[in-house]
């Protein structure tokens, strides 16, 4: 199987060009060079003497000339990821897995529901959809714990401007220092409630990302639309250690998330999720 994929062990080395940080514990990277993947696809970093980590690219894979990584610093290889500066050396291989089957979703109308930083693989397909990518209408619902949660704000309220977007809160922070000089321009509450409350069309092609817990509650919204499960496209993160399937570390019932997917119908992953 990891032959028919292309799969190997092969590192590149890579240079940082760009560092934003984009709230507390999260960074963006920019990275000098081509890296050819699809939306939805993740790769395998190395970090010497901390180890392996997945991180999915978050750039429009239009660019050749640079891309973009998303990391948050939650652990030994995470927090040194984010330490790292312009100039500093990175080694990385890949892309591996299944990413969102864009050529099925020509035409039709796009909902993306991304929650917390599931918001990462799916910017990709956003990029895209700004720069005039052949889809229908979008509509976006982006849900954060609290308002110095929210990742990609600078892009959030760009595209609001070009489509239908629903970000909220879950609370409003009392004490924040950063709280104190910003006010969120979404709404609060759940992403759920945001559907519950939306117009959508029933033919729509739905991306998913975010917590496992998520997908379930949504999808009941989404069926009460008409939107059936076979319409609906999730991506899993799970442990992936090796990516092409040896360790099976991310094993999620019958299928391996790092070369079945990480993107997956959920009508045929929904009974394998919790496992």
């Known amino acids: 199987m990891n032959n028919e994929l292309g799969l190997n062990f092969q590192t590149a080395e890579y240079e940082i060009i760009g560092k934003e940080m984009l709230i507390d514990d999260v960074v963006l990277l920019k990275i000098k060079g081509r890296l050819d993947f699809q939306p939805g696809q993740f790769v395998e970093m190395t970090m010497p003497h901390f180890g392996n980590i997945t991180m999915a690219p978050c750039s429009s894979p239009k660019n050749k000339r640079a891309f973009e990584l998303c990391v948050r610093g939650v652990g030994s290889t995470s927090n040194a990821l984010v330490k790292l500066l312009p100039g500093d050396k990175i080694s990385l291989r890949g892309p591996y897995g299944h990413g969102w089957p864009t050529d099925k979703f020509q035409s039709h109308n796009i909902v993306v529901i991304a929650g917390g930083m599931g918001i990462v693989p799916l910017r990709p397909i956003l990029l895209d959809v700004e720069n005039k990518f052949h889809f229908g209408k979008i509509s976006l619902f982006a849900g954060f714990k609290k308002p110095e949660d929210v990742i990609f704000e600078t892009d959030l309220k760009r595209w609001k401007k070009k489509f239908k977007v629903h970000a909220t809160v879950e609370q409003i922070s009392l004490g924040s220092a950063r709280q104190a000089d910003h006010k969120f321009w979404g709404g609060r509450g759940l992403i759920i409630e945001s559907l519950e409350t939306a117009t959508?069309?029933?033919?729509?092609?739905?991306?998913?990302?975010?917590?496992?817990?998520?997908?379930?509650?949504?999808?009941?919204?989404?069926?009460?639309?008409?939107?059936?499960?076979?319409?609906?496209?999730?991506?899993?993160?799970?442990?992936?250690?090796?990516?092409?399937?040896?360790?099976?570390?991310?094993?999620?019932?019958?299928?391996?998330?790092?070369?079945?997917?990480?993107?997956f119908r959920l009508d045929k992953i929904k009974n394998e999720l919790n496992k």
């Open 200 to 263: 959508l069309d029933k033919k729509s092609i739905v991306l998913m990302c975010g917590p496992e817990a998520m997908y379930h509650h949504c999808a009941q919204v989404l069926a009460q639309k008409g939107i059936i499960e076979r319409q609906i496209y999730v991506s899993l993160e799970r442990r992936m250690e090796c990516g092409i399937g040896l360790c099976q570390h991310c094993s999620c019932g019958k299928y391996l998330v790092c070369t079945d997917g990480p993107v």
